[in-house]
């Protein structure tokens, strides 16, 4: 049974730092694109980044490039994504979520999500 659980949300000022993890279990990622979504309250959930599993390769949406970055630990099984110069409208749920098909497959696993908080 796949497993993706978020952790690093937290409150931060604006312009500042914060990183996200999401640990994945269950089975080999191996063929898998990852990615990081956030939703706010009344909004549709949004894609913010997503990575390719085995090559690595990167998409951003344009909020993210230049700020975020996302990678990934092969060996622990884990997806990172590097959030600077945050603003507050940065603020939201953040999930991670698992596409087994790869690009342009739909996500068929996610976490739970954790909270990102950006004050002004």
């Known amino acids: 049974q796949v497993q993706l659980v978020e952790s690093g949300g937290g409150l931060v000022q604006a312009g500042g730092s914060l990183r996200l993890s999401c640990a994945a279990s269950?089975?080999?990622?191996?063929?898998?694109?990852m990615g990081w979504f956030r939703q706010v309250p009344g909004k549709e959930r949004e894609i913010v980044a997503a990575?390719?599993?085995?090559?690595?390769?990167?998409y951003y949406t344009d909020s993210a490039k230049g700020r975020f970055a996302i990678s990934r630990d092969n060996a622990k099984n884990t997806v990172y994504l590097q959030m600077n110069s945050l603003k507050p409208e940065d603020t939201a749920v953040y999930y991670c979520?698992?596409?087994?098909?790869?690009?342009?497959?739909?996500?068929?696993?996610w976490g739970q999500g954790t909270q990102v908080t950006v004050s002004s």
């Open positions: 269950g089975r080999s990622f191996s063929g898998y694109t």
């Open positions: 979520a698992a596409a087994p098909g790869g690009v342009g497959t739909s996500y068929a696993y």
């Open positions: 990575i390719t599993w085995n090559i690595g390769g990167t």
